[in-house]
Each structure stands twice: as C-alpha cells, then as structure tokens.
C-alpha cells in the first residue's frame, strides 16, 4: 500500500488542486465509410460512431467513480473528413458536420474532433470544398470541432490556405455573431497538425492510426503551481526538479486512467498528451505557474523563458512515467481559458505579441484569443503566417484560435461560458499585411540544417 | 480487489465504529488502518480487501459518502491503483 502522506498527498492534489483527467479522446478512423454516395457515407459514420462509442461515456464515469479522478471531457475524434466526403459528389460538406454533431449528441460527448482537411502542401477538390463548409459546418451544429494543417517542416506553408483560412475565420465570426462569434473557439489553424492530439479543437484521428484507439489528455496546473509554492527560494535546478515529480505523478494517473478505460472498451492504448491544459477556474492556470517562480505578472520580460523551463520539465517528468507519451505534450496558454492568462492581459502585462513569442517554445500557438470584430481577413491570414512559419522553421507544431469578435472592440470581453472561458478583446497591429497575403503560392520548406 | 478508504474531518467519537460498521455490512474485510490525530483533526487511511465484496462498488461508495455526511466527515473510497501508480516507480 502507498505510504500514508502518498495517499493524502493524491486527496489533497484531487480535492484541493484540481488534478483531473481533462478529456479522454476516442479516435475512430472513418476510412471503411468512404462511399460515392453521400448519403450512404454519413449513415456508415453515424453508425460506426455510435457503435465504437457507446460505451466510451458510460465507462469514463465507472472509472472516474472508481479510482475517485474526476474525467473531465469524454470526446471522440476522426478521420479528417475531407479524405471520406472527398468521393462523393457533394458540393457542400456541412450534412457531414451534422451527422457527426447527430452521432456525438446519441453517446453522450461534449465534442466531436475531425472536419479536418489536411493541405500543406496543396488541396483536393474534398480540401476546397471542406474548407468553404467550415463556416457554415460550425453554426449549425453544437460539438463539431474543425481544423486545417496548412502547414508542415516538410513541405513548407500553403499561404493560398493561409490566405482562405483568414476570410474562412471571419465568416464563421458573422455567422455567430449572436453568441460572441463562438464558432471561431471550435476552428485551429496548424502547422505541423499531430495525429493522436486527445485535445480539441484541433483534435483528429490521422491516417497513420488504429482502427479506434484511446487517447488521454492530463492536466494539473493546479499541482505543479502548489508544489512550486512550498519552495520560494528554490534555483532553477530545483524547480525543475519539482515541476518534474509533479508532473511523473499527474502523468502517472493519466496512464492509469486511459488504459483502464481502453482495456475496459475493448480498443488499444493510443497515446497520453502531457500538456499542461488550464481552465478559467481559481487555481487551474498556468499562467499562475509563471508568476509563483517569481513573475509580477504572465507576460513580463522573463515569461518565455519561465515557461520554456515548465514546459521541458513537465515533458521529462511525464516521458518518465508514460511509454506512449503523444500528441502534443507542452503548456497551453489559451487566454480565454486561463483566469491567470485573463487577468494578465486586463492589466496590460500580456499583449499579442508576447503571446506570440511565447508560443515559440510551448504549444500550441495563438490560442483562444478575441481580437476585434473589424480585423480584417488579411490581418488574421498574417497571424496564421507568423505562427505556422514559428512551427514550421521549429520543427514543432504550431496552431491559431484566434476569435474576431463580431461587433466587439478593445475594452469589450468576450464571453463563452464553460471551458471556453470568456477574453477580453486584446489589441492587435493594425499595420495592412494584405499586399504580403495576397500573393499565394507555397513559402517553400525549410533548410534543416545551418540552425541558427 | 483492493482500495483505498480515507477518512478526513474533526476528531469525535465512533469514527471507526461507523465506518468499519459499512464495510462489515458489505463483507469488505480491513487489512490495514493508520490514523493520526492533529489539532482535533481526524485523518485515517483504510485498505480494504473487497473480493468478497456483497454489494456493487457505486453501492459501497455511496454508503460511506451518507455515513461521512451523517458524522460531518469527509468519506472517499479510491481503488489502491491509483496510488500504487502515482506514487511507485
């Protein structure tokens, strides 16, 4: 038996730090629903959905009883749906968006990860089509998440999608304008997109995958924030070695958690995600992380190397305590969904471009942040741009949520409820970059040598 | 099948009684018990062996959450995994 002050320890982490499982993500591969007919295609998915999964809700909630953890989202992700609706010959993909929002709602999800089009390095007719359908696609239903590779270390950055995906995020801010544009918190933008992501919105299940597998996402900003606490005079060295402890601990039960739930569903063990992901609750922030080793406030000089030194130490913990580390595995920063991260920008302390620097050494990008409602297409093509050429020149993956909030300015908040959180309308360059974004074509990939 | 039974709130008298009271109940067997008093505050940690267990575990759980209520003290039942995983290499 664990000694006594491991047991309280674990209470204490569950009760009082809000150490959770943040999502445990079922990836489907869609590729056996793949049909001529549309019609026919959206039955195979809605049915080989609603089959696989079940149980998924059902058995997250015996475990979460059983082992006492709170499993926060239960989430399923799929085959991006470019790749199956691509053969039939529909002309618009949001029938799609719809089934999969159907098969969510029949077993019990909060979100549905996949109408995804992968495009590096060029599109397909289904591309196009899927990428026209987004802003629509997410209007119209509930739990539908989206996203677009457009980007990778290998082939380079498609600045025709970069150039589409800016006006395909301002579309989907008019189209829901009545709920504070929400529809942008369920669209990323990628460079390097990972396969096995558990998180959303960016979650799909790649083509190199499994017929079904488990995936899990851990959190705990909340445990490491509370460990650094007990050592204010620690060095570096010794705060690395407690965000490492702490973080082979969460990852551990993360472990545990998604391999009971996939033995118990009958799929493989797909990978664990070892970002630390916030929420807007007390005590759940990362940014918080970064003020306790000594920051007055998130985004002053200082931050990004504070949060490089979190996000490697909670990798070398966690590698350490999981074989089928995946994903994404690095600190989120979203704004919108981190009261520390909130807070910071109210006060001025956090502006865009910090964030931007930020996500240079953590992932995963420009998240959830609301900038105004008249930022014009070409402005968010150009943050699209900046960040996947970050992740694409790092070999890592990169991503934008980015949310132009219809009718909203600086001043004004944005509100989402829920996880989503809500963000104050943060300030952006209002320098024209149309004439840059406008020229299309391919920025070619990268040398990989000469780093510098 | 073991788990782990932890027992937090303000010391008073018959804590074990009623606890040991359900697990008897339900044919869950003690193997273990450690329990510390600090400043009147009650901790105590049970493993509990729950093979011959008479009753579903949600029943079981939901039984020491009610008795932790009625005597004004936390009540969780955990299965032993977690902490063997969170804290063993």
Known sequence: MAMFKDVLETVRMIEKERLDIRTITMGISLLDCIDSSGAKSRQKIYDKITRLAENLVKEGERIENELGIPIVNKRISVTPISLI????????????????????????????????????????????????????????????????????????????????????????????????????????????AVEDNPFMAGAFHGV???ESVLNVGVSGPGVVKRALEKAQDASFGEMAEIIKKT?????????????????????????????????????????????EMGLEHCGTHGTTAALAMLNDAVKKGGIMASTSVGGFSGAFIPVSEDEGMIEAVECGALTFDKLEAMTSVCSVGIDMVAIPGDTPASTISGILADEAAIGVINNKTTGVRVIPVYGKDVGDTAEFGGLLGRAPIMPINKNDCSVFVNRGGQIPAPIHSFKN | MRAVVTVIGKDRTGIIYNVSKILAENEVNIEDISQTVMHDFFTMIMLVDMSNMSVDFNVLKNALETVGEDIGMSIRIQHEDLFNAMHTI
């Open chain 1, 85 to 192: 609706a691509g053969s039939s010959d529909d002309l618009n993909y949001v029938e799609y968006a719809k089934i999969l929002d159907a098969a969510a709602a029949t077993v019990g999800i909060n979100f549905i990860g996949g109408f995804s089009a992968l495009v590096p390095k060029g599109f397909t007719k289904g591309d196009r089509i899927l990428i026209d359908s987004i802003p629509e696609a997410l209007a119209t239903t509930n739990c539908v998440c989206s996203s677009v590779n457009l980007g990778s270390s290998k082939a380079g950055i498609n600045m025709d999608a970069v150039k589409r995906l800016g006006e395909v995020i301002k579309e989907t801010a008019y189209l829901t304008r009545n709920a504070d544009s929400i529809g942008c918190a369920k669209f990323v933008a990628f460079a390097n």
């Open chain 1, 208 to 210: 190199g995958e499994a």
């Open chain 1, 247 to 291: 973080a082979f601990k969460i990852t551990r039960a993360g472990h545990l958690v998604g391999t009971t739930v996939a033995e118990r569903l009958n799929v493989p063990f797909g990978i664990l995600d070892l970002s630390l992901a916030p929420t807007p609750e007390i005590g759940d922030s990362v940014a918080r992380i970064l003020e």
